[in-house]
């Protein structure tokens, strides 16, 4: 059953793949003259057919791990082949691949009319397909080699989308600085599985976990390392975090909601599936050190997202406090497992939540910087007279990542502050102290924003500014309303969250 089921990870993979070529067809098609815009309608219609009919064939996977228990596998080329490649569905890599297509079909019928202005814009239909077939793929392959492929197809697609409107300087700037260093990144992570390739003599995960013995300490450590820095780089962990504001600001909004979204969340999906996967309870000592990298994290993002006048970057630098709240939760769950299991749970549910707030607010960003024509935030007074509804949207997504209740980011900020309150000694009540201050950090720079869309005295501009068109209100109030949903009935998330949970307690030697 599991095998038969497997295949249509199989499926998913090729739909996406081809349906990449099938979208850019379609975009041809349809390109009006030279210097003209107006291509992107049919190709964005067709992504958006294509990452719903691979939501349809993902989700009899998700119902065999969540209901069943079931781990399906499946494999290309033979399962004797030795160039075979199997591919795996656990708890982990259902929830990743779930938020990564849902987040993706919202920005693919977002950008149907975000993106109606620009050229050639069934290239980046085309190039979304790719960077989300390569996310995909990552979360279900076993074997290093075939992570690392599936990882350079996710950020290969990545730099070409950040560089996309490459008419202006700060784009290809962006994409340039991104490229170097996640290429860089990229380079260090394939240096650490060559280390573990030279000493096991073994690419797939249980394979090498089994083969560990024959390297020492030293040399263990060295690859973990490598590994830790190579993906930290994607994962914009600090200081490894730089490339992030100037890319997510420079790219299109779609992009930029999932560059934050789930892009940078698979590059720690990446990170951790090696470190728990290959090296599995000898990484327990890390959680120290993936919480003291989650202060550092959080503390200096939102530090820098205050001094922002520009929106988009004071979300990007928000992404990167948020994701130190998700090395904070796996960090504590993982050092202290199993009396800080909330933090686990917390971590990985902050993973969903984090992706569709954040998705939310760089969607209500684009609405707003493409009518405007600035990002300055000066530039916004007034809006949410003219704009209510993005406007309010925002202010869902702004608190809720800020962890106000009853909003979803309240609920997976709860887990990761009980953590280090169940850790039950100072340095655990250190840890919530740090979280809960930076969390009370960020409404410095949410709520000035949201008070400046309401303020009496609009801005120049802003009266000929109107409402978001219904292909880009409907994804907006979506994500609004799972936002709302997962705050105020959590028990939704966290059953989606507990298989991979258990999935995490086997990797850590089932304590």
């Known amino acids: 059953m599991g095998y038969m089921v497997g295949q249509n990870m199989l499926l998913v993979l090729g739909l996406l793949l081809g349906g990449a070529f099938v979208t850019y067809l379609c975009g041809r098609i349809t390109r009006p003259a030279l ?34 228990g079931d781990l399906p596998f499946a494999f290309l080329g033979g399962a004797k082949s030795p160039f075979s490649v199997q591919l795996q569905a656990d708890g982990f890599s259902i929830l990743m691949s779930l938020v990564v297509l849902a987040l993706a079909f919202v920005v693919a019928v977002y950008s149907i009319g975000y993106m109606n202005r620009d050229r050639g814009v069934e290239k980046y239909h085309a190039l979304l397909l790719l960077m989300v077939a390569g996310m995909v793929g990552l979360t279900f392959t076993t074997d290093l080699f075939n992570l690392y492929v599936f990882f350079e197809l996710m950020a290969v697609a990545s730099y070409v989308l950040v560089a996309f409107r490459h008419d202006t300087w700060e784009p290809v700037e962006a994409a340039f600085k991104y490229l170097v260093m996640s290429a860089t990144g990229s380079a260090l992570a394939l240096l650490g599985i060559a280390i573990i390739f030279t000493y096991t ?34 994962a914009a962990i600090v200081p490894l975090h730089t490339w992030l504001p100037d890319a997510h600001a420079a790219a299109p909004s779609g992009i930029s909601a999932m560059l934050s979204g789930v892009v940078i969340q698979s590059g720690l999906f990446a990170m951790m599936r090696v470190l728990l996967g290959v090296f599995g309870p000898a990484t327990i000592p890390l959680g120290l050190v993936l919480a003291l990298f989650a202060v550092l994290t959080m503390t200096i993002g939102n530090l820098a997202a205050l001094a922002q006048t520009d929106l988009k970057r004071m979300l990007a630098f928000s992404s990167i406090a948020q994701m130190g709240y998700i090395l904070l939760g796996l960090g504590l769950g993982i050092w202290w497992c199993p009396r800080a299991i909330a933090g686990l749970s917390g971590g990985v549910f902050h993973i969903m939540t984090h992706a569709f707030m954040k998705g939310l607010a760089f969607l209500c960003a ?33 608190l809720g990542l800020a962890g106000v209740p009853p909003l979803s980011g309240f609920m997976s900020k709860w887990l990761i502050y009980k953590a280090g309150i169940d850790i039950g000694s100072w340095y655990g009540y250190t840890f919530t102290i740090i ?12 709520l000035p924003v949201i008070g400046a ?10 009266d000929r500014m109107r409402e978001a068109s219904p292909l880009c209100a409907v994804p907006i109030g979506a994500l609004a309303l799972v936002t709302l949903v997962l705050g105020l009935y959590p028990q939704a998330g966290i059953t989606a969250v507990r298989p991979a949970i258990e999935y995490l307690l086997r990797a850590l030697g089932g304590m």
């Open 435 to 446: 979280a809960v201050a930076n969390s009370v950090l960020s409404l410095g720079y949410y």
């Open 453 to 462: 869309f309401w303020a009496r005295e609009r801005a120049p501009g802003v």
């Open 366 to 398: 684009g609405v707003i910087v493409h009518q405007l024509g600035t990002r300055d935030i000066a530039s916004m007074r007034g809006l949410g007279h003219r704009m209510p509804f993005v406007a309010i949207c925002f202010a869902v997504a702004g």
């Open 201 to 234: 003599g073994q690419l797939s995960f249980p394979e090498v976990f089994k083969a560990l013995e024959n390297m020492s300490p030293v040399v263990g450590m060295l690859a973990a390392g490598l590994i830790i820095v190579g993906f930290g780089v994607k």
């Open 35 to 68: 210097g003209e815009a107006g291509s992107g309608k049919l190709a964005g219609a067709a992504s958006a057919v294509i990452l719903a009919s691979a939501l349809w064939l993902f989700w009899p996977l998700a119902r065999a791990v969540w209901w069943r």
